[in-house]
């Protein structure tokens, strides 16, 4: 794979930075907005679970959770740290651009996966530790060299991205159980048209970067037909939790109102002139549908 852009050892860097900045590029690498995303669903998986871990038991779960998606992503951005350099909205992250050290990005990752660890076993219980180590774990070691080879990594990869609901729940049951299955599903479904719909209107970033995204292998329209169909599963997903007896009329009515607009605007695609700007949408409306759900799951408990 060769990239226009110089070696990264080769990149300047800038003296004299304050140790502010250097901070700052640090906490970068854990990708606060998505860690951000993270927590909102671990302390959902939280609120929904029966029963009751007091405020420390909530603390050591949510710090737990974002000390291991902060080391997945860490490690993530250290592995990519080459092809980051060739897409244009990644070639300013302090690794890509040479601002911070591969030796260090490294040792920060494995010291907050450690860290994780460390926490999840002390402060929470075995069933919360293992998918948590197994999220990261896969996150790193299996989803992000195959993003390289295969298209299958979207897949490969929403399995770690929809640890953290599971893990909150675990965290007060101990156990997994279809409830909590029913969280990890709901997410795992939700991630696959969200990034289907950056993968159409990143296209081109990401062939240059050596990515095997459906819309590099396959095209748009395959790209397309997948987001409909995810959808589809996002829908009967969500709704799983009226059935199973933890939510209302309420929940199940919001979950259904948004799983048919994201299915509604996923075949609007298919009439689309310019791809891009649908996607763009698309993928705006995935992040309006997330933090919507879930306010519709915290009313719904609270009025039963």
Not at 223 to 249: E, F, N, R
Request: proline share 6%; aromatic share 8%.
């Amino acid at each position: 794979m060769s990239h226009s852009a110089p070696p990264l050892d080769l990149v300047r860097r800038s003296p004299g930075r304050s140790p502010w900045a250097v901070a700052r590029d640090y906490i970068t690498l854990t990708k606060p907005s998505i860690n951000r995303m993270c927590l909102i669903t671990a302390a959902g998986g939280i609120a929904l679970a029966p029963g009751s871990i007091g405020v420390w038991g909530v603390v050591w779960a949510l710090l737990g959770t974002a000390l291991a998606v902060g080391s997945a992503n860490a490690l993530n951005m250290w592995w990519e740290r080459q092809p980051d350099r060739a897409m244009k909205r990644t070639q300013e992250r302090p690794l890509a651009a040479g601002r911070i050290s591969d030796g260090g990005a490294l040792a920060f990752g494995v010291a907050l996966g450690v860290l994780a660890a460390v926490i999840l076993a002390a402060g929470t219980n075995a069933a919360t530790t293992l998918v948590g180590l197994f999220a990261l774990t896969s996150y790193v070691l299996v989803y992000t060299p195959l993003k390289y080879r295969s298209p299958l990594a979207l897949v490969v990869g929403a399995i770690p991205g929809a640890a953290p609901p599971l893990m909150g729940y675990t965290a007060v049951t101990g156990a997994i159980d279809p409830v909590g299955l029913a969280l990890f599903a709901t997410l795992f479904a939700w991630q696959m048209p969200h990034f289907l719909a950056i993968a159409v209107f990143r296209r081109h970033d990401y062939a240059a970067a050596g990515i095997k995204t459906v819309t590099v292998v396959r095209g748009n329209r395959v790209a397309k037909v997948q987001a409909l169909l995810w959808s589809v599963v996002l829908l009967g997903a969500s709704v799983l939790l009226t059935p199973l007896g933890v939510t209302d009329a309420l929940y199940a009515a919001v979950a259904v109102v948004l799983g048919l607009a994201m299915m509604a605007y996923a075949v609007l695609g298919f009439r689309a002139t310019n791809d891009a700007r649908w996607a763009y949408r698309y993928f705006a409306l995935s992040l309006v549908y997330l933090p919507v759900l879930i306010l519709a799951l915290v009313l719904d408990l609270l009025a039963t």
